[in-house]
């Protein structure tokens, strides 16, 4: 499923009704959680979050004219996904997530090295969600990201 937009609320608008609202109810928990100086734009046909680069000047290190990346939302064919770079390289952050899940949902948690499929659009733990975006600030983002880089 390819959607092209150029912001946001135009990718969000493309979608089936029922999808458009996970979106919406997604961006809203994001945008009210995520800790200050993130932003939300687009970024490889997702909405994403990001730490720009009047904070991170350096960018990311594969598009050094581009912003970090720290999470996206989009909707699949047959899934919602949320990518998030934190659990990717923090495997404390990862086991915390793990143990937790199973407290908000009855779903079997499927998900890949960053990546959080909801195929059951019912089922989208959104207090976990708010929570987990919560726990790492742009700071903690960059110092993470930064010393993954080093390795």
Same mark, same amino acid.
């Given at each position: 499923?390819?959607?092209?937009?150029?912001?946001?609320?135009? &990718?969000?608008?493309? /979608?089936?009704?029922?999808? *458009? =609202?996970? !979106?919406?109810?997604?961006?809203?928990?994001?945008?009210?959680?995520?800790?200050?100086?993130?932003?939300?734009?687009?970024?490889?046909?997702? =909405?994403?979050?990001?730490?720009?680069?009047? !904070?991170?000047?350096?960018? %990311?290190?594969?598009?050094?004219?581009?912003?970090? $990346?720290? /999470?996206? =939302?989009?909707? *699949?064919?047959?899934?919602?996904?949320?990518?998030?770079?934190?659990? %990717?390289?923090?495997?404390?952050?990862?086991?915390?997530?793990?143990?937790?899940?199973?407290?908000?949902?009855?779903?079997?948690? @499927?998900?890949?090295?960053?990546? =959080?499929?909801?195929?059951?659009? @019912?089922?989208? $733990? %959104?207090?976990?969600?708010?929570?987990?975006?919560?726990?790492?600030?742009?700071?903690?983002? !960059?110092?993470? &990201?930064?010393?993954?880089?080093?390795?």
């Amino acid at each position: 499923m390819s959607i092209f937009a150029n912001n946001p609320d135009e &990718y969000q608008n493309q /979608l089936s009704p029922e999808r *458009q =609202i996970v !979106i919406a109810k997604l961006r809203q928990c994001l945008l009210e959680n995520i800790p200050k100086g993130f932003e939300e734009t687009m970024s490889y046909g997702m =909405i994403a979050y990001v730490v720009p680069l009047s !904070i991170y000047p350096s960018g %990311y290190h594969c598009k050094k004219n581009e912003p970090l $990346p720290f /999470l996206s =939302i989009a909707s *699949q064919k047959n899934f919602i996904a949320i990518y998030h770079m934190g659990l %990717y390289s923090d495997e404390s952050l990862l086991q915390w997530f793990q143990h937790e899940y199973p407290k908000y949902t009855n779903t079997r948690l @499927d998900m890949g090295k960053s990546c =959080i499929r909801f195929k059951k659009l @019912d089922d989208i $733990p %959104y207090p976990l969600i708010e929570e987990l975006v919560r726990k790492i600030s742009v700071e903690d983002w !960059i110092q993470c &990201y930064e010393s993954q880089m080093k390795k």
